[in-house]
């Protein structure tokens, strides 16, 4: 029986999420390495009074990934609404609290739940532990905390780890160096993205990679976060706080979003990622461009056809 191939996809957020249902239905051997640095809302709650990794982005990359019936990953995304001390939290989050409670190791939680979500593929932390994530702006100003970097609304010179000695999760780390694809993206830039990428073990094991290093650019821009950002901006973010030759492949999308859609993300602050060819491709990266977008409440990535393009990659 031939071996399925080892794709490892790093990042966080809703965009790691779309793009792993998508993934999941093809025969490969799936990772996905998460941010630990939510530290808001439920996930921040839990952090505080369980001294754990938040739960919040693992928990939607375990039901990415997980094969049971609609019922059941719904119910494990329920998000209760009443209830002295129980508003707020997700069904998933207080389960993966129980589990790091009970067993004293969230990796050991991680992968007893996603033996009875029945998941496909593996979920790691990137880190050990929680990471605090920080920002420095534009103006000088420092801004401590994942969930309070966004609400600044000033450009974002730069995010580091408040303790540059986090170590990266022994098997993460291993998961990159056997991978036969490393996938970066899609997902928050500085706030699910980065924080994987500054763990410093992490970083180095995909510099020194041998397996093609593919980076999934956004569709939109993310107010506060991303505003006004082209694909080459994304890039140049990258480049900035990891260095140069990190990445080989960028997938973009070059298709125009219709103005109905653009018109709702108006209204928060959010644009299209224009695609700047020229700038692309002046950092020596190769460049996949392609009608990435699927259309519906919001506006996401096809996870089928990004899942389409990674693999034409693996074969390459």
Same mark, same amino acid.
């Given at each position: 029986?031939?071996?399925?191939p080892?794709?490892v &996809?790093?990042g %966080?957020?809703?965009g790691?999420?779309?793009?792993?249902?998508g993934?999941?239905?093809?025969?490969?051997? $799936?990772?996905?390495?998460?941010?630990?640095?939510?530290?808001?809302?439920s996930?921040?709650r839990?952090?505080?009074d369980?001294?754990?990794?938040?739960?919040?982005?693992?928990?939607?990359?375990?039901?990415?990934?997980?094969?049971?019936?609609?019922?059941?990953?719904?119910?494990? @995304?329920?998000?209760?609404?009443?209830?002295? %001390?129980?508003?707020?939290?997700?069904l998933?989050?207080?389960? =993966?609290?129980?589990?790091h409670?009970i067993?004293?190791? /969230?990796?050991t939680?991680?992968r007893?739940?996603?033996?009875v979500?029945n998941?496909? %593929?593996?979920? =790691? *932390?990137?880190?050990?532990?929680?990471?605090i994530?920080?920002?420095e =702006?534009?103006?000088?100003?420092?801004? @401590?905390?994942?969930?309070?970097? *966004?609400?600044?609304?000033?450009? $974002?010179?730069r995010?580091?780890?408040?303790?540059?000695k986090?170590? !990266?999760?022994?098997?993460?780390?291993k998961?990159?160096?056997e991978a036969?694809?490393?996938?970066?993206?899609?997902?928050?830039?500085?706030?699910? $993205?980065?924080?994987?990428?500054?763990v410093?073990?992490?970083?180095?094991?995909?510099?020194?990679?041998?397996? !093609?290093?593919?980076?999934?650019?956004?569709?939109?821009? @993310?107010p506060g976060?991303?505003?006004?950002?082209?694909?080459?901006?994304?890039?140049?973010?990258?480049?900035?706080?990891?260095?140069?030759?990190?990445?080989?492949v960028?997938?973009?999308?070059?298709?125009?979003? !219709?103005?109905? /859609?653009?018109?709702?993300?108006l209204?928060?602050?959010a644009?299209? &990622?224009q695609?700047?060819?020229e700038?692309l491709?002046?950092?020596g990266i %190769?460049l996949?461009?392609?009608?990435i977008?699927?259309?519906?409440?919001?506006?996401r990535?096809?996870?089928?056809?990004?899942?389409?393009?990674? =693999?034409?990659?693996?074969?390459?």
């Amino acid at each position: 029986m031939k071996k399925q191939p080892k794709v490892v &996809v790093l990042g %966080g957020g809703t965009g790691l999420s779309v793009l792993l249902r998508g993934l999941k239905r093809y025969p490969v051997d $799936i990772t996905a390495i998460v941010t630990v640095a939510d530290d808001g809302g439920s996930s921040g709650r839990l952090r505080r009074d369980y001294d754990m990794p938040p739960p919040g982005d693992v928990r939607n990359v375990i039901a990415a990934l997980s094969e049971v019936e609609p019922l059941v990953e719904k119910m494990f @995304q329920h998000r209760f609404k009443v209830g002295d %001390g129980i508003t707020g939290h997700s069904l998933g989050n207080l389960l =993966l609290a129980a589990m790091h409670d009970i067993t004293g190791d /969230f990796l050991t939680g991680i992968r007893e739940l996603s033996r009875v979500l029945n998941v496909r %593929g593996q979920v =790691l *932390p990137a880190a050990k532990n929680s990471i605090i994530l920080c920002a420095e =702006l534009e103006d000088g100003t420092i801004v @401590q905390g994942e969930s309070k970097i *966004p609400l600044s609304n000033k450009k $974002i010179k730069r995010v580091f780890l408040s303790d540059k000695k986090i170590e !990266p999760l022994r098997e993460s780390v291993k998961a990159i160096q056997e991978a036969d694809l490393i996938v970066i993206g899609p997902g928050s830039l500085y706030t699910s $993205i980065l924080p994987n990428l500054l763990v410093k073990g992490i970083s180095s094991s995909i510099r020194e990679a041998t397996a !093609p290093r593919v980076y999934v650019c956004n569709v939109m821009t @993310q107010p506060g976060e991303t505003t006004d950002y082209t694909a080459g901006d994304h890039v140049q973010a990258l480049i900035d706080h990891v260095g140069h030759n990190f990445i080989d492949v960028v997938i973009v999308n070059n298709e125009t979003i !219709p103005s109905e /859609f653009l018109d709702l993300y108006l209204e928060e602050g959010a644009s299209q &990622v224009q695609f700047d060819e020229e700038r692309l491709m002046s950092f020596g990266i %190769g460049l996949v461009c392609d009608n990435i977008i699927q259309y519906g409440t919001l506006v996401r990535h096809d996870a089928q056809r990004v899942s389409d393009l990674l =693999l034409g990659l693996l074969e390459k």
